[in-house]
T-cell receptor, first 112, second 116 residues
Framework: RKEVEQDPGPFNVPEGATVAFNCTYS??????FFWYRQDCRKEPKLLMS???SGNEDGRFTAQLNRASQYISLLIRDSKLSDSATYLC?????????????FGRGTSLIVHP | GAVVSQHPSRVICKSGTSVKIECRSL??????MFWYRQFPKQSLMLMAT?????????EQGVEKDKFLINHASLTLSTLTVTSAHPEDSSFYIC????????????FGQGTRLTVV
Protein backbone atom coordinates (compact mmCIF):
# COMPACT_ATOMS: atom_id res chain seq x y z
CA ARG A 1 0.00 0.00 0.00
CA LYS A 2 1.34 3.40 -0.93
CA GLU A 3 2.05 5.82 1.87
CA VAL A 4 -0.21 8.51 0.48
CA GLU A 5 -2.98 7.72 -1.97
CA GLN A 6 -5.20 9.96 -4.03
CA ASP A 7 -7.68 9.39 -6.81
CA PRO A 8 -5.88 10.86 -9.84
CA GLY A 9 -9.16 11.88 -11.49
CA PRO A 10 -9.63 13.93 -13.53
CA PHE A 11 -12.61 15.49 -11.85
CA ASN A 12 -14.45 17.38 -14.55
CA VAL A 13 -16.96 19.85 -13.07
CA PRO A 14 -18.89 22.91 -14.25
CA GLU A 15 -18.27 26.36 -12.85
CA GLY A 16 -20.07 26.89 -9.58
CA ALA A 17 -20.02 23.21 -8.61
CA THR A 18 -18.83 21.85 -5.30
CA VAL A 19 -16.14 19.21 -5.50
CA ALA A 20 -14.39 17.15 -2.84
CA PHE A 21 -11.15 15.18 -2.84
CA ASN A 22 -9.95 12.62 -0.36
CA CYS A 23 -6.47 11.46 0.44
CA THR A 24 -5.58 8.45 2.57
CA TYR A 25 -2.31 7.86 4.37
CA SER A 26 -0.86 4.69 5.79
CA UNK A 27 1.42 5.93 8.57
CA UNK A 28 -0.62 6.40 11.71
CA UNK A 29 2.23 8.39 13.24
CA UNK A 30 2.01 11.09 10.55
CA UNK A 31 2.20 14.51 12.07
CA UNK A 32 1.35 17.26 9.62
CA PHE A 33 -0.91 17.44 6.63
CA PHE A 34 -1.14 19.86 3.76
CA TRP A 35 -2.86 20.43 0.46
CA TYR A 36 -0.73 21.86 -2.32
CA ARG A 37 -1.80 23.03 -5.73
CA GLN A 38 0.32 22.38 -8.81
CA ASP A 39 -0.30 23.97 -12.16
CA CYS A 40 1.04 22.30 -15.26
CA ARG A 41 4.86 22.29 -15.34
CA LYS A 42 5.05 24.57 -12.33
CA GLU A 43 6.20 24.00 -8.79
CA PRO A 44 3.69 22.99 -6.11
CA LYS A 45 2.37 25.82 -3.97
CA LEU A 46 0.86 25.52 -0.54
CA LEU A 47 -2.90 25.82 -0.61
CA MET A 48 -3.62 25.18 3.03
CA SER A 49 -2.57 23.25 6.07
CA UNK A 50 -4.94 20.70 7.54
CA UNK A 51 -5.62 20.80 11.26
CA UNK A 52 -7.35 18.29 13.47
CA SER A 53 -10.15 20.76 14.05
CA GLY A 54 -10.53 21.36 10.33
CA ASN A 55 -9.95 24.69 8.67
CA GLU A 56 -11.60 26.90 6.11
CA ASP A 57 -10.17 29.51 3.79
CA GLY A 58 -12.78 31.16 1.64
CA ARG A 59 -14.19 28.55 -0.72
CA PHE A 60 -11.78 25.89 0.49
CA THR A 61 -12.33 23.62 3.47
CA ALA A 62 -9.87 20.99 4.66
CA GLN A 63 -10.53 18.29 7.21
CA LEU A 64 -8.52 15.58 8.91
CA ASN A 65 -9.83 12.25 10.14
CA ARG A 66 -7.08 10.59 12.13
CA ALA A 67 -9.17 7.54 13.05
CA SER A 68 -9.73 6.66 9.39
CA GLN A 69 -6.41 8.17 8.29
CA TYR A 70 -7.61 10.48 5.59
CA ILE A 71 -7.76 14.15 4.80
CA SER A 72 -10.21 15.90 2.55
CA LEU A 73 -10.43 19.08 0.54
CA LEU A 74 -13.75 20.66 -0.37
CA ILE A 75 -13.98 23.39 -2.98
CA ARG A 76 -17.22 25.32 -3.18
CA ASP A 77 -18.39 27.50 -6.07
CA SER A 78 -15.65 26.24 -8.39
CA LYS A 79 -13.94 28.76 -10.65
CA LEU A 80 -12.20 28.15 -13.96
CA SER A 81 -8.97 29.19 -12.26
CA ASP A 82 -9.31 26.30 -9.81
CA SER A 83 -8.30 23.92 -12.60
CA ALA A 84 -5.06 22.34 -11.44
CA THR A 85 -3.66 19.26 -9.75
CA TYR A 86 -4.17 19.11 -6.01
CA LEU A 87 -1.48 17.31 -4.06
CA CYS A 88 -1.95 15.82 -0.66
CA UNK A 89 1.18 16.01 1.48
CA UNK A 90 1.74 14.11 4.69
CA UNK A 91 4.75 14.51 6.87
CA UNK A 92 6.20 11.90 9.13
CA UNK A 93 9.16 12.04 11.39
CA UNK A 94 11.09 8.79 11.47
CA UNK A 95 13.87 9.16 13.95
CA UNK A 96 13.03 12.79 14.50
CA UNK A 97 13.45 14.02 10.91
CA UNK A 98 10.69 15.68 8.91
CA UNK A 99 9.89 14.02 5.59
CA UNK A 100 7.11 15.32 3.33
CA UNK A 101 5.51 12.60 1.24
CA PHE A 102 3.34 13.51 -1.71
CA GLY A 103 0.32 11.83 -3.11
CA ARG A 104 0.08 11.42 -6.84
CA GLY A 105 -2.30 14.35 -7.08
CA THR A 106 -5.90 14.76 -8.14
CA SER A 107 -6.56 16.58 -11.37
CA LEU A 108 -9.44 19.07 -11.39
CA ILE A 109 -10.86 20.55 -14.56
CA VAL A 110 -13.48 23.25 -14.17
CA HIS A 111 -15.33 24.02 -17.38
CA PRO A 112 -17.70 26.87 -18.32
CA GLY B 1 6.35 34.19 2.30
CA ALA B 2 9.68 32.46 2.15
CA VAL B 3 11.35 32.27 -1.24
CA VAL B 4 13.37 29.46 -2.76
CA SER B 5 15.16 30.18 -6.00
CA GLN B 6 16.09 27.28 -8.28
CA HIS B 7 18.27 27.53 -11.37
CA PRO B 8 18.26 26.79 -14.20
CA SER B 9 14.55 26.49 -14.96
CA ARG B 10 15.22 24.57 -18.12
CA VAL B 11 18.28 22.77 -19.46
CA ILE B 12 19.01 20.59 -22.43
CA CYS B 13 22.22 18.61 -22.39
CA LYS B 14 23.92 15.89 -24.34
CA SER B 15 24.00 12.35 -23.09
CA GLY B 16 27.08 11.72 -20.97
CA THR B 17 27.50 15.27 -19.71
CA SER B 18 26.84 16.52 -16.20
CA VAL B 19 24.28 19.11 -15.13
CA LYS B 20 24.25 21.12 -11.93
CA ILE B 21 21.02 22.47 -10.44
CA GLU B 22 21.16 25.12 -7.73
CA CYS B 23 18.63 25.76 -5.03
CA ARG B 24 18.88 28.85 -2.83
CA SER B 25 16.79 29.99 0.08
CA LEU B 26 16.59 33.76 -0.14
CA UNK B 27 15.17 34.87 3.19
CA UNK B 28 15.45 31.98 5.60
CA UNK B 29 17.89 29.32 6.71
CA UNK B 30 17.40 26.10 4.81
CA UNK B 31 18.50 23.65 7.45
CA UNK B 32 16.98 20.83 5.43
CA MET B 33 16.69 20.51 1.67
CA PHE B 34 14.63 17.96 -0.17
CA TRP B 35 15.21 17.00 -3.79
CA TYR B 36 12.32 15.57 -5.77
CA ARG B 37 11.88 14.24 -9.26
CA GLN B 38 8.62 14.18 -11.16
CA PHE B 39 8.03 12.23 -14.33
CA PRO B 40 5.01 13.12 -16.52
CA LYS B 41 1.70 12.35 -14.82
CA GLN B 42 3.51 10.91 -11.83
CA SER B 43 3.77 12.14 -8.29
CA LEU B 44 6.70 13.98 -6.84
CA MET B 45 9.16 11.33 -5.73
CA LEU B 46 11.66 12.13 -3.03
CA MET B 47 15.21 11.49 -4.18
CA ALA B 48 17.18 12.61 -1.17
CA THR B 49 17.16 14.68 1.98
CA UNK B 50 20.10 16.78 3.04
CA UNK B 51 20.83 18.64 6.22
CA UNK B 52 23.26 21.52 6.12
CA UNK B 53 26.80 20.32 6.65
CA UNK B 54 25.92 16.64 6.47
CA UNK B 55 25.89 14.02 3.78
CA UNK B 56 22.60 13.56 2.00
CA UNK B 57 20.33 10.63 2.74
CA UNK B 58 19.19 9.00 -0.47
CA GLU B 59 15.95 7.14 -1.02
CA GLN B 60 16.05 3.54 -2.09
CA GLY B 61 16.78 3.18 -5.78
CA VAL B 62 18.46 6.57 -6.14
CA GLU B 63 22.14 6.30 -7.02
CA LYS B 64 24.15 8.60 -4.80
CA ASP B 65 27.13 8.55 -7.16
CA LYS B 66 24.96 9.67 -10.03
CA PHE B 67 22.98 12.34 -8.21
CA LEU B 68 25.51 14.31 -6.21
CA ILE B 69 24.06 16.58 -3.56
CA ASN B 70 25.98 19.30 -1.80
CA HIS B 71 24.49 21.29 1.04
CA ALA B 72 27.48 23.17 2.37
CA SER B 73 25.68 26.31 3.52
CA LEU B 74 22.37 27.27 5.08
CA THR B 75 21.23 28.97 1.90
CA LEU B 76 22.49 26.79 -0.93
CA SER B 77 22.15 23.20 -2.03
CA THR B 78 23.14 21.77 -5.39
CA LEU B 79 22.15 18.63 -7.25
CA THR B 80 24.52 17.42 -9.94
CA VAL B 81 23.28 14.84 -12.38
CA THR B 82 26.45 13.13 -13.54
CA SER B 83 26.80 11.37 -16.87
CA ALA B 84 23.21 12.17 -17.72
CA HIS B 85 21.20 9.81 -19.91
CA PRO B 86 17.86 10.30 -21.67
CA GLU B 87 16.07 8.40 -18.91
CA ASP B 88 17.20 11.10 -16.48
CA SER B 89 15.03 13.59 -18.35
CA SER B 90 12.53 14.80 -15.79
CA PHE B 91 11.29 17.71 -13.71
CA TYR B 92 13.53 18.21 -10.67
CA ILE B 93 12.30 20.30 -7.76
CA CYS B 94 14.01 21.32 -4.58
CA UNK B 95 12.26 22.12 -1.36
CA UNK B 96 13.72 23.85 1.64
CA UNK B 97 12.71 24.06 5.24
CA UNK B 98 13.91 25.80 8.36
CA UNK B 99 13.56 23.13 11.01
CA UNK B 100 13.38 25.66 13.80
CA UNK B 101 10.66 27.87 12.41
CA UNK B 102 7.70 25.95 11.05
CA UNK B 103 6.55 22.70 9.48
CA UNK B 104 6.06 23.99 5.96
CA UNK B 105 8.55 23.35 3.15
CA UNK B 106 8.93 25.90 0.35
CA PHE B 107 9.59 24.91 -3.22
CA GLY B 108 11.90 26.12 -5.91
CA GLN B 109 10.51 26.79 -9.38
CA GLY B 110 11.73 23.46 -10.68
CA THR B 111 14.17 22.48 -13.41
CA ARG B 112 13.08 20.71 -16.56
CA LEU B 113 16.00 18.57 -17.68
CA THR B 114 16.07 17.12 -21.16
CA VAL B 115 18.92 14.82 -22.07
CA VAL B 116 19.37 14.24 -25.79
Amino acid sequence: RKEVEQDPGPFNVPEGATVAFNCTYSNSASQSFFWYRQDCRKEPKLLMSVYSSGNEDGRFTAQLNRASQYISLLIRDSKLSDSATYLCVVTSAPGGSYIPTFGRGTSLIVHP
Amino acid sequence: GAVVSQHPSRVICKSGTSVKIECRSLDFQATTMFWYRQFPKQSLMLMATSNEGSKATYEQGVEKDKFLINHASLTLSTLTVTSAHPEDSSFYICSARDNYMNTEAFFGQGTRLTVV
